[in-house]
């Protein structure tokens, strides 16, 4: 049995984890943790000297680790520490502090990407830029300085137009994004108007990445005008511009695990290298010859489709595995891709938290490692091609479906299958796609023909996609975050040891860390054959005869523990329909959540999650409502933004409840301030506790987490056309009755998040509801997905507004029993003729919406 040299996978992982840790933390941490790794350094080198002037070399047999880790250690840490110095220093930190309105000038890194649409159908779009310089007003003068790191632009339209490579000019407002990111600020591009743009192109790209980018347009065109699934795919598995996939491809590539074929990576570099060495060895170039050929080649396909991690990692590795060929070894692929992450995270640590990178590298490990055992155990019952075919997707998915989890809270039960099926159709997809965008340009009736044939593949990859994406159960409902992974992982490796036999794990794991410097050597098998052959091939059956019941059992019991896991934490719809009951329970909520309503009674409180523990909460319910509780049972710990939209006590009651449970970013209120002395009360709660706030204005607008922006938001209602009053002035006139009737001043608010849009309409009452209406109209508004429905269900509803939104589901906040008699029929009638359905605290208590497959569930306890 060949032993795999995984000499350097614990110095790489080793490497690896500190740059997970240390890239979240501030410089100064990071040249903490450099002091310490040098104070190791000379502590290991001080005693090894010791050791040979006294004539006793070391006999750890780690020794050679030891040092190995501490240098990849001390690499990795310098690393960190630079790139966070270089981000603390000049002016920028203390303008992105500020939120300060600067213009920023750098280089784009990126194609732009879609984002969610905002409720009036503006689409918005990513890009990033490795900025040079800032220009702000500080104390009214003008400074510019230097600036570190990657800045990501949040837009509109004008961001499609700015080519790959060029250099820009953009005028915007900072925003912080979470420690840890790649990119070190995030930039809102202030609205281009016909006179003046907020973008402006000072220099075009350089000669090479400007030829490039013809390339990539020149091929868009062609593509463009094939059929609908190859207008996305072929330009996606070729270049990785997915810019024209059909979102449902999209969403089935995704439930069937197939999306590395469009997200550019190891396959992609392999078949390409294949054939380049194919057509080298055709017209007889020696070895070194055919290593510089698709050398060159694998470099022009790292510059047509950008260096995006992945790319990056399958780029390096591929360099590697040429020098071993022009050196005339063998590649070994663990420590070419253990020598990979560690040149990629010295060259940008922040690569250490990126899941493309995370699951290239997984991915890669797990074909290395896992493919020839499982084809040997697959091979017991099937024919050593078929056991081979399988193995390698099985492989994939098993090394990487932990950290697919976090991505996505659910697990795939066809990816092997379907990526078995369309494996194949992937390398006539790639060589043609490829070879079509080099003749778009110059040849485009080429080109054409070219991505018409690859077309053909693609055609057989979307049928595989779509078929098993509309399979029963095609995908299974999984915990998330980190507990949701390490379960998976735990599985895993149960199912992985119950199929294998412990004997046979514990000798190749005592084998390997015998390698590695870290063990004894483990004792040789009878006869001199390897475990593998006493298990497997021995003529005597004793050791698999004593396995075989313990094996069975351990199958058992893993699948068992992994549908009850999944039966009490995810709550699958199947099973709640199974059951007569409902998708979750206070007990184990989604992780996936999007929009909660919390049971507080007569009041309202209601959360959008913006990312693990995190919120965007509208209202916090009457005091002894029970916001607390909900937050607890929700996970909620931090809060984006809090949106008070009146001053009632049943909406703002509750807020100390808030300030003490969670942490607070900022706080937007409505600026009428009636009654007086609620509204003194929330300015002197809020500023004792240091949270920044200030009064809702129309039009204003955000995205939140700031790093993420995967939930934004929009006011479209406050104050109900009156000026905005400073909510300070509360605090000496306790007795002001504001502006106008405290319901109709309620700040509407819009919020899109990944699935759904969402309309909250405060205490709205009939004329206010009607003025929303008609600014709505105005705006080219269309329907949502989502409505809290205004004043718990009162029955001062506006018909016309109901029929405008027509939801797909209706949010009502009201106590059981209350006397107010909320909601009325009326008003639940009204939303029920729009064909909405009705979603209420006071016979569900507190519910989750979760969107799977398209479809927006319940979780709680309606009866």
């Known amino acids: 049995m060949r032993v795999l040299d995984l000499r350097l996978a614990p110095a790489a992982a080793t490497g690896w984890i500190a740059a997970i840790v240390l890239v979240g933390q501030p410089a100064s941490t990071a040249r903490w943790a450099v002091l310490v790794v040098l104070g190791l350094c000379a502590g290991c080198s001080a005693g090894l000297v010791a050791a040979v002037r006294h004539g006793q070399p070391t006999r750890f047999r780690g020794a050679g680790q030891v040092a190995l880790t501490i240098g990849v250690l001390t690499c990795v840490s310098v690393a960190v520490a630079g790139q966070l110095t270089a981000r603390e220093q000049g002016i920028m930190p203390s303008l992105l502090a500020r939120g300060a309105h600067v213009e920023l000038a750098g280089a784009v890194v990126s194609e732009p990407h879609a984002m969610a649409t905002g409720l009036g159908g503006e689409q918005r779009f990513r890009l990033t830029v490795r900025a040079a310089s800032v220009t702000a ?157 698709a050398a060159l080649v694998l470099t022009g396909f790292v510059l047509l489709v950008h260096p995006e991690p992945s790319v990056l990692r399958a780029g390096v590795m591929g360099a590697l595995a040429l020098l071993a060929v022009l050196l005339g070894r063998t590649a070994q ?241 199947w099973l709640a329909e199974l059951a007569g009951g409902n998708p979750a329970g206070p007990a184990g909520w989604p992780a996936d959540w999007e929009v909660a309503m919390c049971d507080v009674g007569q009041g309202d409180a209601m959360l959008v999650r913006t990312g693990p523990g995190r919120a965007l909460m509208v209202d916090v319910g009457p005091a002894g409502g029970g916001v607390g509780r909900c937050l607890a049972e929700l996970g909620i710990t931090d809060l984006d933004l809090l949106v008070l939209t009146h001053f009632h006590a049943d909406h703002v009651g509750a807020l100390d409840e808030v300030l003490a449970a969670t942490r607070v970013e900022s706080v937007l209120v409505s600026p009428v301030l009636d009654p007086g002395e609620q509204a003194a009360a929330v300015a002197a709660e809020l500023d004792d506790a240091g949270v920044e706030w200030s009064t809702a204005q129309v039009g204003a607008s955000g995205e939140v987490p700031a790093g993420g922006a995967e939930v934004a938001w929009q006011v479209l209602a406050a104050g109900g056309g009156s000026s905005v009053v400073k909510i300070a002035a509360a605090k000496t006139a306790a007795d002001d009755t504001g502006t106008g009737g405290a319901n109709d ?105 979760v969107v799977r497959d398209g479809q927006t569930l319940v979780a709680g306890t309606c009866p």
Not at 501 to 508: D, F, L, N, V
Not at 780 to 789: C, L, R
């Open 745 to 849: 001043g309620s700040v509407v608010l819009a919020i899109t998040t990944e699935h759904l849009s969402v309309m909250a309409l405060g205490d709205l009452e009939s004329a206010g509801q009607a003025e929303l209406l008609a600014t709505l109209k105005a705006a080219g508004a269309g329907e949502v997905d989502v409505v809290k429905m205004a004043h718990h269900g009162s029955r001062t509803q506006d018909a016309g507004l109901a029929r405008f939104l027509s939801p797909e589901v209706t949010l009502v906040s009201s106590g059981a029993g209350n006397t107010y008699g909320h909601p009325t029929q009326s008003a639940l009638d009204l939303y029920r003729s729009t064909g909405s359905a009705i979603v209420r605290t006071d016979t569900c208590s507190t519910f989750a919406l």
């Open 137 to 293: 007003t500080v104390d009214a003068t003008p400074t510019r300085g230097p600036v570190h790191g990657d800045v990501l632009l949040i837009g509109g339209a004008e961001l499609l137009d700015v080519p790959y490579g060029s250099t820009v000019m953009v005028d915007g407002r900072l925003r912080p994004v979470d420690p840890g990111s790649a990119t070190s600020a995030m930039l809102l591009v202030d609205t281009s108007t016909a006179g003046s743009s907020a973008v402006t192109v000072t220099s075009p790209p350089g000669p090479v990445i400007g030829q490039v980018n013809a390339i990539r347009a020149a091929f868009m065109e062609v593509c463009a005008r094939l059929p609908d699934q190859a207008r996305g795919l072929v330009p996606g598995i070729a270049i990785g511009d997915t810019s024209m996939l059909d979102p449902d491809l999209d969403q089935a590539l995704v439930t069937t695990s197939l999306t590395h074929m469009t997200a550019v990576s190891g396959s992609h570099f392999a078949i390409i290298a294949a054939a380049t060495f194919w057509l080298c060895a055709l017209i007889r170039l020696p070895r070194w010859g055919r290593a510089v050929g």
């Open 333 to 573: 692929a663990i420590p070419a891709l253990c020598t990979t992450v560690v040149v990629l995270l010295v060259i940008d640590p922040f690569l250490a938290r990126s899941f493309g990178f995370a699951l290239s590298v997984l991915a890669t490990a797990g074909l290395v490692v896992g493919v020839a055992p499982i084809t040997r155990a697959l091979e017991r019952w099937l024919p050593s091609w078929l056991a081979l075919a399988l193995a390698v997707p099985l492989a994939a998915q098993l090394a990487c479906a932990p950290v697919i989890v976090l991505l996505d809270p659910s697990v795939s039960l066809y990816s092997v299958p379907a990526n078995l099926l369309a494996a194949p159709a992937l390398v006539s997809a790639t060589v043609l796609g490829v070879l079509g965008a080099l003749c778009a340009p110059w040849w485009p009736a080429a080109a054409w023909l070219l991505a018409q044939v690859a077309g053909w593949s693609t055609w057989w990859i979307a049928e595989v996609a779509t078929t098993f994406a509309a399979a029963p159960a095609a995908r299974l409902p999984w915990p998330g975050g980190g507990g949701g992974a390490l379960l998976l992982a735990v599985l895993t490796l149960a199912a992985i040891a119950a199929a294998a036999g412990w004997p046979a794990i514990i000798w190749e794991l005592r084998t390997r860390l015998f390698v590695l410097g870290l063990a004894r050597s483990p004792s040789v098998p009878r006869r001199g054959r390897t475990l593998h052959d006493v298990m497997v091939r021995s003529d005597s059956a004793v050791l698999r005869a004593a396995w075989a019941p313990v094996r069975v059992a351990v199958i058992v019991l893993a699948v068992v523990v992994a549908a009850a896991v999944v039966a009490f934490f995810a709550r699958p719809p």
